[in-house]
């Protein structure tokens, strides 16, 4: 049994990446992807657009849908102040697995808690299992049909305070249709798109801003 493209990545990262720096994770994990194997990290192009929402907002407490193998869990904590919380969601346990260890490698365990299972179960158990009582900003990156109908439950949970951000990505490819239709005509919602591509590719992606109003 050989390993898997999320262990060659973390095998990359350990060997190629400064413990403690982010920034020489995220490098290596970008220079991996676009020079060993292709793998479905936001990316250094739409990284850049995610880190200045980040960096705007300053938020103290934040969600992410979809760890994956943790790059942008590593993009948006090293950015957070002190005393800030990301909550990151994985489905899969061996994808978790691997972000465990690249978010430890970064230094940023103490702002950033992973918890495993699907975000529809979870969402509803936010405020009594981890203390939260509204998100500053929402990373959604996880299943792309599951984009509305997590989005909807937020709401429906309080998690969301005028002013919360949300911001999406694959909203193009492989594409949020319902999602874009919901948040972009909802009067509850100011949105707005910015053009890139999907990660390490030419191929046209993007992501979406969108201001709850509340
Ligand atoms: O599927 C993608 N991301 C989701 C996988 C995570 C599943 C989860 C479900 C779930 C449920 N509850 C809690 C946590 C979680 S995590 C994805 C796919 C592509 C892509 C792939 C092939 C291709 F040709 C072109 C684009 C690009 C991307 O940037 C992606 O993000
Ligand atoms: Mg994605």
Redesign the pocket.
């Known amino acids: 049994t050989g390993s898997t493209r999320p262990q060659r990545l973390l095998r990359a990262v350990q060997k190629k990446a400064t413990q403690g720096d982010p920034q020489s994770v995220i490098a290596t994990i970008d220079h991996f992807c676009r020079h060993s194997e292709?793998a479905?990290?936001?990316?250094d192009e739409?990284g850049s657009i995610l880190d200045s929402v980040v960096t705007e907002l300053n938020p103290s407490s934040a969600l992410e849908?979809?760890?994956?193998c943790g790059y942008s869990t590593v993009r948006i904590a090293r950015l957070l102040p002190p005393g800030s919380k990301l909550i990151t969601?994985?489905?899969?346990p061996a994808?978790a697995a691997v972000a465990r260890q690249v978010i430890a490698w970064a230094g940023l365990n103490d702002k950033v808690q992973l918890v495993?299972?699907?975000?529809?179960?979870?969402i509803p158990q936010m405020k009594e299992l981890f203390g939260v009582q509204t998100f500053d900003f929402v990373f959604l990156?996880?299943?792309?049909d599951?984009y509305l109908p997590?989005t909807k439950l937020l709401e429906e949970c309080g998690l969301l305070r005028k002013g919360t951000v949300l911001l999406a990505?694959?909203v193009i490819?492989?594409g949020t249709p319902e999602y874009l239709e919901y948040i972009r005509n909802s009067s509850r919602y100011e949105s707005r798109y910015f053009k890139s591509h999907?990660?390490y590719?030419k191929?046209e992606?993007g992501l979406e801003k969108s201001v709850f109003l509340g």
């Open positions: 292709w479905m990290n936001v990316g739409k849908l979809g760890t994956y969601l994985e489905f899969n994808y495993e299972g699907p975000s529809g179960d979870l990156d996880h299943w792309k599951r997590d990505d694959n490819c492989p999907l990660e590719t191929v992606d």
